[in-house]
């Protein structure tokens, strides 16, 4: 069962503008990662549904969160069905994303009131989300549907819209800067944010540097 009520969610979203996107195999080195970005601030963590077993490591970091980490809300991210979503939400999941938009997993969301950000490549599909009741829709792959500048025409005749993009996001000033001029709401952040040489090497104080400085840029350019 969720820990954090969907306001709770929502809030934290729009407050902190970024969810970092991480998956490992290995539960050891998913709990130093969801810990380095605690300590760097970030209080969303997207955890991605994409090899085997991913079920029992996400299990094993809702409870570590819960001890290590309060305050860490954690999601579940590459849901495409309904099923799998059932199960990440019963295992704790507090929000579901999904690369795509499916009905299905928004009517197993809405039913535990658990925010559903789906995966949207046209303005019509945003459409149909926000029809479905997802309150946030991640523009994906966003670097692929039009950057920035398809974030900024979609708030132009839809301005109530919030826009998670996701797919070529990168902890620096200039890509962070356009985004959120664009008129996002929050950017979901992958291997950029993750080094792969500072996760070989234990250094988990380099993804706490970088969560703090993308946090930092965030604020700076983040629209009223």
Known sequence: MAGFRKLEVLGALVDTGMAPVYYHKDADVAKQVVKACYEGGVRLFEFTNRGDFAQEVFAELVKYAAKECPGMILGIGSVVDAGTAALYVQLGANFVVGPLFNPDVAKVCNRRLIPYIPGCGSVSEIG????????????????????????????????????????????TEENLSAWFKAGVTCVGMGSKLFPAEAVAGGDWQAITRLCREALGIIRKYRKA
Not at 131 to 143: I, L, R, S, T, Y
């Open 128 to 171: 149909f989300a926000q029809e479905a009741g997802c309150d946030v829709c991640k523009v994906f792959p966003a670097g692929s549907v039009g950057g920035p500048s398809f974030v900024s025409n979609i708030k132009a005749p839809m301005p109530w819209s919030l826009i998670m993009a996701t797919g070529a996001v990168e902890p």
